[in-house]
């Protein structure tokens, strides 16, 4: 048998992609699912972002680009980070990725190696651990408790900082919990990691502007004194519905840069090319769907919370932001892998194992709000129905 690296066999994988084709599998075999497992916006991209990249399309713009992507997207995401954040953004630090994904694995291939060891959050998406893990780094939870609101406490993650920290992995609103990090938390660890000026600062804001009852993003980018080590991923998604398009970028250190462009280099050659050009029309053209889009993630997130509430044995916290619940099944009895198994294949629910995310996810399941009010409602109910049947 052959075998690959163990470098190679250490990558984990995001257990919602599994699910989603066990989901397809069934309801293609006749079964009634309702997905609440992917975290996918099931609103069609707007129009006029199709549009552009139609126009893109008819016009020629089928080539190689610049790896780093093109001149005018990057020119476009300065622009948006100063609108959203007062932030300036030299876009010669823009690297335009396909998909957030490998600013996450860049990030972690740049400060990664034996020796080396990178926290991250514990819930947490679970690509952190796996590009960790690859990059032959030892991973170092940040520990995560819902009676937190699942957010870092900057003391204890300045404890766990020694000299073979290389890397730190924050995220806020967070996945899977909807954790948002509050400004008090952020500048307090800022303030801390002025005694460790070579470790490196991700900030994953993929969901930066899915955030609800007033809150607002307290973007990294804000700390000027952190600008030279940090790395800020964010992208197209989620906020434009754009998953599909497979677009995301990131802002890095210019010492850094050089480095993350020969890995896209190295690795995919460049973004797509009309995609590009239709995520510049995302940036600088009307903004009205994305507020559709969060206003009826917000009343989801009500609804979801309210049902999950009511079902015996399961108790679930507000989430601040991006749009998963993560209730606590604790009081059901049932561990986390169980649960998920039992609900799809008996009730025919989707959902996502709290353990998925890491060890401290036992006892919790994530479901994504990114799907109708009357699919959250039945499949809260088929719930409710498969627990009261034992």
Not at 21 to 42: C, F, H, K
Not at 151 to 171: A, C, G, H, M, W
Not at 296 to 308: G, H, S
Request: with cysteine; aromatic share 8%; hydrophobic share 40%.
């Amino acid at each position: 048998m052959v075998l690959p690296t163990a470098a190679a066999r250490s990558l984990g994988t995001e257990t919602a992609f599994e699910v989603l084709a066990r989901a397809n599998r069934l309801a293609a075999e006749g079964r009634s699912i309702i997905n609440l497992g992917i975290g996918q916006p099931d609103f069609a991209t707007p129009g006029n972002i199709v549009q552009a990249g139609k126009r893109a399309l008819a016009e020629g713009k089928h080539g190689y680009t610049p790896g780093a992507g093109i001149p005018e997207l990057r020119e476009a995401v300065a622009r948006d980070l100063q609108r959203r954040h007062g932030a300036e953004v030299d876009p010669e630090t823009v690297l335009i990725t396909p998909g957030a994904k490998p600013v996450m694995f860049f990030a972690a291939l740049l400060m990664g190696e034996p020796g080396a060891e990178i926290l991250y959050p514990n819930p947490g998406f679970p690509i952190y651990e796996s590009v960790i893990r690859f990059s032959g780094a030892t991973p170092v939870p940040i520990e995560l408790h819902e009676a937190d609101g699942f957010t870092f406490d900057p003391d204890q993650v300045l404890s766990q900082i020694n000299e073979r920290t290389r890397l730190i992995i924050l995220n806020s609103p967070a996945n899977p919990t909807g954790g948002v990090y509050t400004r008090e938390q952020v500048e307090r660890l800022v303030e801390g990691l002025e005694r460790w000026p070579d470790v490196v600062v991700l900030s994953d804001e993929i969901y930066s502007r899915i955030l609800y009852e007033g809150r607002s993003h307290v973007s990294w980018l804000n700390y000027p004194q952190l600008r030279d080590r940090l790395i800020v991923l964010d992208g197209w998604s989620k906020t434009y519905a754009m998953t599909g398009w497979r677009l995301g970028y990131g802002v890095f250190p210019p010492d850094l840069f050089p480095f993350a462009e020969r890995l896209a280099i190295n690795s995919y050659s460049c973004p797509n090319a009309a995609t590009q050009y239709a995520a510049v029309e995302a940036l600088e053209g009307p903004q009205d769907a994305v507020d559709v889009m969060t206003a009826a993630f917000d009343e989801r997130r009500k609804v979801i919370v309210e049902e999950l509430n009511s079902v015996p044995g399961v108790s679930c916290v507000d989430p601040g932001g991006a749009f998963y619940a993560f209730p606590n099944i604790s009081g059901t009895g049932i561990d986390a892998r169980t649960l998920q198994e039992r609900l799809l294949e008996e009730a025919g629910v989707a959902v996502i194992a709290g353990t998925s995310f890491g060890h401290l996810g036992e006892g919790y399941l994530r479901f994504s709000y990114a799907a109708s009010l009357e699919e959250i409602v039945e499949g809260v109910d088929r719930m409710r129905a498969l627990l009261a049947e034992g």
